[in-house]
């Protein structure tokens, strides 16, 4: 009788999309972040609702042990855009790493905008911008 020992091949892979999605996720816990850009101003990602894309103003390349990552971001006026970009490479790659095993060798942040966060709260979702006061009379 004759064994055989074959031996098991495994091999996992990950779509560009999981990696983005892990990284949009992760960075809405960032205090300062508003917003991921996916293109236009239409697109602001609000990240309070259920519905938005996590993965909108990332760009992944997923290789078989490594990954880079280019992101875009709005962030809030008034924090310090140094520790928002500190705080958001390490939580991006304390999640990628630790949920794909990949090893994160990139980071890019772009900041396209800085506004209060009431500004961008009206910007996202579609109110004018400024209001008139109708009390103030011209003397």
């Known amino acids: 009788m004759t064994t055989e020992n074959t031996k ?3 091999k996992l892979t990950f779509e560009d999309d999981v990696i983005k999605k892990i990284a ?7 205090d300062g972040v508003l917003a991921l850009e996916g293109g236009m101003i239409s697109n602001l ?3 309070f609702r259920s519905d938005s894309d996590p993965t909108q103003g990332i760009e992944a390349q997923v290789g078989e042990k490594q990954v880079a990552l280019d992101m ?5 006026y008034g924090k310090d855009m140094r520790q928002i970009f ?17 090893e994160v060798v990139d980071i890019k ?8 966060k009431q500004e961008w709260q009206e910007q996202a ?10 009390d103030t009379k011209i003397k």
């Open 8 to 10: 098991l091949t495994t």
């Open 24 to 30: 949009g996720l992760a960075s809405r816990n960032i």
């Open 45 to 47: 990602t609000n990240r």
């Open 72 to 76: 875009t971001i709005t962030v809030e």
């Open 86 to 102: 500190n705080q958001l490479c390490q939580r991006v790659q304390q999640d990628v790493e630790r949920f794909t095993g990949l």
């Open 109 to 116: 942040v772009h900041i396209n905008d800085v506004m209060s």
């Open 125 to 134: 979702s579609g109110k004018p911008k400024s209001t008139v006061d109708t």
